[in-house]
């Protein structure tokens, strides 16, 4: 197989070789009075066309925090410049020639979105430009372009960022420089995907700035946020906290445990608050994300919750010989199915009422110590303030994580 490939090599490389005598006088002659300022035009009021396509290679960085894009990846330009055509006959079948940027003339491109400083495309790195006898220049500047991509984290960690990346054709008229996009989207061939952003769409687009006289090359990119990494160590580690609401009432009120639980599940939303706080960018525009939102109502909701805890145990420790309100008392007998209880009592044992209210005395004090039996005291009104706050609690943990669900995915 080698043997092969080596007498294919002898056979091929001749007819493709390019005699070095003739790429030197080509480059001599080439450069022979050519000025790298000028644009290669016959006449200097036609206008030159950059036609170009823009390849990624990967998204380096997306700081959401700082609003930071950082892309790694290349133009691909080609114009005509009249002064680079020739014939290749007369140099010995020369079909491409080199040279550096900084020698013959590149259009004056830069970063129109900055994060920090403009950034020209090429020139730090002087990429090469390569000619062919038609005069058609070639040129693949690349780079590390870090831009700026200010984040709409409203659906955060659900939520999808558009970035427009703009570069501007400086120090040229729109009637001397255009610009063409030969593709509408942006090359994926050597894309390489990053671990927390999808890039579901993309497209390259030419604009004017007839105010300014600029022509604008901008790359749009549609990232959509990979959110299970979030799903598991936010969004139900909060969901769980929220649950631990409920079940502060069903500890035995002589533990002395409630409030101090109340306490601990609030502090656990608030660490959670200021984790995603410390995630998102600090602005309020163009929406605060319904992540903090829901934090904060999880938030109140606990505070709540405390409060409500106090209260219990308040009734729990009230003195027995101060009396319970009439209408506290109504409300807990309801609660405690007390009436219930009292009623059942009366079906099951029709004689015993019948008696005690139509014959002796004896039967009408019977009857009245059945009917003290049912008396609410302070423990019956903190009892049935547990149903009443636990009930609450279930509402608002399924109301606020039912709302908050229906807004991130409808």
Not at 23 to 40: P, V
Not at 261 to 286: C, D, E, H, M, R
Not at 357 to 383: M, P
Request: with cysteine; aromatic share 12%.
């Amino acid at each position: 197989m080698i043997r092969t490939i080596l007498c294919l090599s002898v056979l091929i490389l001749p007819s493709i070789a390019q005699p070095i005598e003739g790429s030197n006088r080509l480059s001599l002659d080439l450069k022979r009075n050519y000025n790298q300022r000028i644009r290669g035009v016959r006449d200097m009021r036609q206008s030159t066309t950059l036609h170009f396509t823009f390849d990624l290679v990967r998204i380096a960085e997306y700081d959401e925090v700082n609003g930071k894009l950082s892309l790694v990846g290349f133009f691909s330009f080609f114009w005509h410049d009249f002064r680079m055509e020739w014939d290749p006959e007369n140099y010995n079948e020369t079909e491409n020639i080199i040279f550096e940027e900084k020698d013959v003339w590149v259009p004056l491109i830069v970063l129109g979105s900055p994060q920090d400083e403009f950034q020209r495309v090429g020139d730090k790195d002087n990429f090469f430009v390569r000619y062919s006898p038609q005069g058609y220049g070639f040129w693949y500047p690349g780079d590390i372009w870090v831009t700026a991509c200010t984040p709409d984290v409203y659906m955060y960690p659900y939520d999808t960022q558009t970035c427009e990346v703009t570069y501007v054709v400086w120090g040229y008229s729109i009637q001397e420089v255009t610009a063409k996009a030969e593709r509408d989207k942006i090359g994926l061939g050597v894309y390489s995907p990053h671990g927390m952003w999808d890039l579901i769409d993309t497209s390259v687009r030419t604009d004017v700035d007839k105010d300014r006289g600029l022509t604008i090359l901008s790359v749009v990119l549609v990232m959509k946020r990979i959110s299970t990494f979030h799903l598991i160590n936010m969004i139900l580690p909060i969901v769980f906290v929220g649950l631990l609401n409920i079940l502060v009432f069903l500890l035995p009120a002589q533990s002395g445990e409630r409030v101090g639980y109340s306490i601990t599940v609030l502090l656990a939303i608030a660490v959670f608050q200021t984790i995603a706080s410390n995630n998102l960018p600090s602005v309020s525009k163009p929406q605060v994300s319904l992540l903090c939102i829901k934090l904060l109502v999880d938030l109140v909701v606990s505070a709540v919750v405390m409060t409500f805890t106090i209260v219990t145990l308040y009734f729990y420790h009230m003195p027995e010989s101060r009396k319970v309100p009439c209408c506290i008392a109504a409300v807990s007998r309801f609660l405690l199915c007390k009436n219930c209880c009292k009623n059942t009592n009366k079906r099951s044992n029709p004689s015993r009422y019948r008696d005690s209210v139509v014959t002796s005395k004896i039967g009408i004090t019977e009857f009245a110590t059945d009917g003290d039996s049912h008396q609410i005291t302070w423990t019956d009104v903190g009892k049935s303030s547990d149903i009443v706050f636990s009930i609450f609690s279930v509402i608002m943990f399924f109301a606020s994580n039912i709302v908050f669900i229906l807004l991130i995915f409808l």
